[in-house]
């Protein structure tokens, strides 16, 4: 088993920066690739980000590109989302996830297995 733990949401203004960390417990954290999701209301749940095992390979939602930054601290068994530039359609619940598995690309939402239990962001205009 792994818990995840999200932290960092809130309400900010559009322009502005948050950093989501996931904190992780209970089996190795370093073997698992880790994503970023975001689910806004009445929306499916979406592949923000994705980053490797080692951390070397991420992958990101063309939406995010060049704003958002996935990276993980495997000492510190925690994944991180840094969000810049946050726009008003960025507003979701974000979740992290872990997928045993590496693979290519950026995975849908059925390929992970274990979720945290979301945090809310929320970009006013």
């Known amino acids: 088993q792994l818990q995840l733990v999200e932290s960092g949401g809130g309400l900010v203004q559009a322009g502005a920066s948050l950093r989501l960390a996931c904190a992780a417990s209970g089996r190795a954290f370093s073997g698992t690739a880790m994503g970023w999701f975001r689910q806004a209301p009445g929306k499916e749940r979406s592949a923000v980000a994705r980053i490797s095992w080692r951390g070397l390979i991420s992958n990101y939602a063309d939406s995010v590109k060049g704003r958002f930054t996935i990276s993980r601290d495997n000492a510190k068994k925690t994944a991180y989302l840094q969000m810049d530039s946050l726009k008003p359609e960025d507003t979701a619940v974000y979740y992290c996830?872990?997928?045993?598995?590496?693979?290519?690309?950026?995975?849908?939402?059925?390929?992970?297995?274990?979720w945290g239990q979301g945090t809310q962001i929320t970009v006013s205009s």
């Open positions: 996830a872990a997928d045993l598995h590496e693979r290519d690309g950026l995975p849908a939402a059925r390929f992970y297995e274990y």
